[in-house]
Each structure stands twice: as structure tokens, then as C-alpha cells.
């Protein structure tokens, strides 16, 4: 199993916890990756029944193609470069409309060896969008490019896991109604991270 952001190693599969949840919501979720090249994808169609809740993905390795499938502003990517939290964000948000997906899942950042465009490795952002908005985590990661992949899936998907939690929580518990594909926007209290 995959190690987090802080090395440690989670108890149970995230991407188990992230099927179990969106199955049980009758929604479902699109990824998008660069610097992960696919690895989350495959952590999330590893896992039995997936098929009732993963559309596909988009692998955009290559910056134009961020623009060309994702759907990223091409002014965006040519002020900011890849790795930047507002990318991420359009990553997600251009899945999810892509595949027609109640969720977006999109990783951006450096994996090494080298720094990118001024951008340290390790600098990794993940992203969000879904029936509630979006949100974007900065990761800052330490180790070799493996590691950082593999602590980058295992972070998107805790991210998706608390906002599917904050979803739960936020609905009445008499509401057996969700609605798919709605995008209001979200502010809380705290608004840290959100986009």
C-alpha cells in the first residue's frame, strides 16, 4: 500500500473508501492527471464494483493537451505553467464535464528529478470539483518521484473522501434525494483552500 503525504501508511485503502461512498450516493467521478500518469486511476479501478461509479479519466501529461482534453484555459497555462493550485482546479472541473461525471479528481505538480519552470519537486496540487463547488489542497512533498506519485493519490483521494463526508453531512438526514451534477458554489468559515 501506498504511503501519504507524511509517510505513514493509511489504514485501509482510500480509494475503497472513496467507491464504498460515492456508490452509496449513486454518484459518480472522472479523474484527470499529470504527474501521476494514471496511478490514480488504476489505485481506483483496482477495486471491486468501481464500475458502477468511475466514468474514466484523462491522462495530460503534456501541457497543450491540459488545454486541448481537459478543457483548461489556454491564457491560464501560458501565465501560470501546469503546476499551479487554479489549474488543478480547471483539471477537475473540465473532467468532470468531460466524462459527465457528479465529481472531478485532478492531480498537477513536479514528481522530479528536476525542478519545472521555477517550480520545486515536490510542489504538487490536488483538486476537486463536484455538486458543492471545488476545492484545491498544496501538497509539499519530500522523497523521490515515486514516493511523490504515490503520496499524491493517496492525498486526492483523501481530499475527495472529506468532501463526499462534508456532502453527507451537509444533506438531512430525511433527504433520500441527491441531486447529480448541480455546481453551486461553497464558502464556510474557515475557507481555506477553497476555490
Known amino acids: 500500500m501506498d504511503s501519504d503525504a507524511d509517510g505513514a501508511r493509511p489504514v485501509g485503502s482510500p480509494a475503497a473508501g472513496v467507491v464504498h461512498s460515492l456508490s452509496e450516493r449513486h454518484e459518480t467521478l472522472a479523474t484527470v492527471e499529470s504527474l501521476t500518469g494514471g496511478l490514480l486511476a488504476a489505485s481506483i479501478v483496482e477495486i471491486a464494483g468501481v464500475s458502477g461509479i468511475y466514468r474514466g479519466g484523462l491522462v495530460v501529461y503534456a501541457t497543450e493537451l491540459k488545454s486541448?482534453?481537459?478543457?483548461v484555459p489556454e491564457d491560464l497555462l501560458a501565465d501560470r505553467g501546469p503546476v499551479d493550485p487554479d489549474v488543478a482546479v480547471a483539471l477537475a472541473e473540465g473532467g468532470r464535464r468531460r466524462c459527465g461525471a457528479d465529481w472531478g479528481l485532478a492531480t498537477t505538480g513536479v514528481a522530479g528529478p528536476?525542478?519545472?519552470?521555477?517550480?520545486?519537486?515536490?510542489?504538487?496540487y490536488v483538486a476537486v470539483a463536484g455538486p458543492s463547488g471545488t476545492e484545491v489542497r498544496q501538497l509539499d512533498l519530500a522523497g523521490g518521484r515515486d514516493h511523490i506519485r504515490s503520496a499524491t493519490v493517496v492525498e486526492a483521494l483523501r481530499l475527495l473522501a472529506g468532501r463526499i463526508h462534508e456532502a453527507d453531512a451537509a444533506e438531512p438526514a430525511e433527504s433520500g434525494t441527491r441531486t447529480a451534477g448541480a455546481d453551486g458554489g461553497r464558502t464556510d468559515a474557515a475557507g481555506a483552500g477553497r476555490r
Not at 486541448?68 to 478543457?71: G, P, R, S, Y
Open 68 to 71: 486541448l482534453l481537459a478543457d
Open 114 to 124: 528536476e525542478p519545472q519552470d521555477g517550480k520545486p519537486v515536490g510542489l504538487v
